[in-house]
């Protein structure tokens, strides 16, 4: 395991103790649903050139992955709004491709907890 999948887990457990079983279920399945849905939207909105929704979303998924515990996604949706405010489309691409990647590998962990 990678220490990004260790800190999600070890975050999981730690609102699991804090809220319980059902909340952290909820929490887990609404976000496995979301964030998808969002690296889907930010692909498109770089792909029609759509900046300030771009920046939106990727506000609005470091939040939810912050939030989580998904830190390295969290990161990479800092840096994503970043080359988005500087006009720099090929980052952008570059860095939600680390995004997918990213959430690959947190997918598992967060089935753990679902």
């Given at each position: 395991m990678s220490e990004a999948t260790?800190?999600?887990?070890?975050?999981?457990?730690?609102?699991?103790?804090?809220?319980?079983?059902?909340?952290?279920?909820?929490?887990?399945?609404?976000?496995?649903?979301?964030?998808?849905?969002?690296?889907?939207?930010?692909?498109?909105?770089?792909?029609?050139?759509?900046?300030e929704a771009i920046a939106r979303l990727a506000h609005g998924l470091k939040g939810d992955t912050g939030t989580l515990g998904i830190d390295d996604m969290a990161e990479l949706s800092r840096e994503l709004e970043g080359a988005v405010k500087a006009e720099n489309g090929a980052e952008g691409t570059k860095i939600l491709a680390k995004l997918k990647e990213a959430y690959q590998a947190s997918e598992p962990v967060l089935k753990e907890f679902a």
């Amino acid at each position: 395991m990678s220490e990004a999948t260790d800190q999600l887990r070890e975050r999981l457990q730690q609102l699991l103790d804090l809220i319980g079983k059902e909340e952290v279920q909820t929490i887990v399945e609404v976000a496995m649903e979301e964030i998808p849905k969002k690296l889907v939207s930010i692909e498109a909105g770089i792909q029609a050139g759509e900046s300030e929704a771009i920046a939106r979303l990727a506000h609005g998924l470091k939040g939810d992955t912050g939030t989580l515990g998904i830190d390295d996604m969290a990161e990479l949706s800092r840096e994503l709004e970043g080359a988005v405010k500087a006009e720099n489309g090929a980052e952008g691409t570059k860095i939600l491709a680390k995004l997918k990647e990213a959430y690959q590998a947190s997918e598992p962990v967060l089935k753990e907890f679902a």
